[in-house]
C-alpha cells in the first residue's frame, strides 16, 4: 500500500500542476487576442515583435524543451557577445537560448 499512496500523491501534485499551466496558457492566449496587444504590433519593428511572440510561444515548454529560431540565436548571441553579466540577467527574465 505504501506505493499506491506515493503514486495518489504523484498524481495529485501532477495534477495541480496541470491545472495551473494550464491557467497560465489561457492567460497567454487571451493577451496574445487583446486589442492592444495586436496593436503594439503595428507599433515596434519587426525584430521586436519577432521576439515578444518568440516569448509567448516558448513559455510553455519545460527550459530543455523550448526550441528557438535562428533570429532568436543570433539575438542573443549578440547580447551575450556585449556583456555577459547582461545575459545572464537576461535570462532570469527571459527565456533565451544558452
Same mark, same amino acid.
Request: net charge positive; hydrophobic share 40%; charged share 30%.
Given at each position: 500500500?505504501?506505493?499506491?499512496?506515493?503514486?495518489?500523491?504523484?498524481?495529485?501534485?501532477?495534477?495541480?500542476?496541470?491545472?495551473?499551466?494550464?491557467?497560465?496558457?489561457?492567460?497567454?492566449?487571451?493577451?496574445?487576442?487583446?486589442?492592444?496587444?495586436?496593436?503594439?504590433?503595428?507599433?515596434?519593428?519587426?525584430?521586436?515583435?519577432?521576439?515578444?511572440?518568440?516569448?509567448?510561444?516558448?513559455?510553455?515548454? %519545460?527550459?530543455? /524543451?523550448?526550441?528557438?529560431? =535562428?533570429?532568436?540565436? +543570433?539575438?542573443? @548571441?549578440?547580447?551575450? %557577445?556585449?556583456? /555577459?553579466?547582461?545575459?545572464? =540577467?537576461?535570462?532570469? +527574465?527571459?527565456? @533565451?537560448?544558452?
Amino acid at each position: 500500500m505504501p506505493k499506491a499512496s506515493y503514486l495518489y500523491k504523484v498524481a495529485a501534485k501532477l495534477k495541480r500542476q496541470t491545472r495551473i499551466l494550464s491557467k497560465n496558457l489561457r492567460m497567454a492566449e487571451d493577451i496574445c487576442n487583446m486589442e492592444c496587444f495586436k496593436e503594439l504590433a503595428v507599433h515596434v519593428d519587426a525584430v521586436t515583435y519577432q521576439f515578444i511572440m518568440s516569448q509567448v510561444r516558448t513559455q510553455k515548454f %519545460k527550459p530543455r /524543451g523550448r526550441r528557438f529560431t =535562428l533570429d532568436d540565436k +543570433i539575438l542573443a @548571441l549578440s547580447l551575450y %557577445k556585449q556583456s /555577459g553579466k547582461a545575459y545572464k =540577467l537576461l535570462t532570469r +527574465i527571459f527565456s @533565451l537560448p544558452s
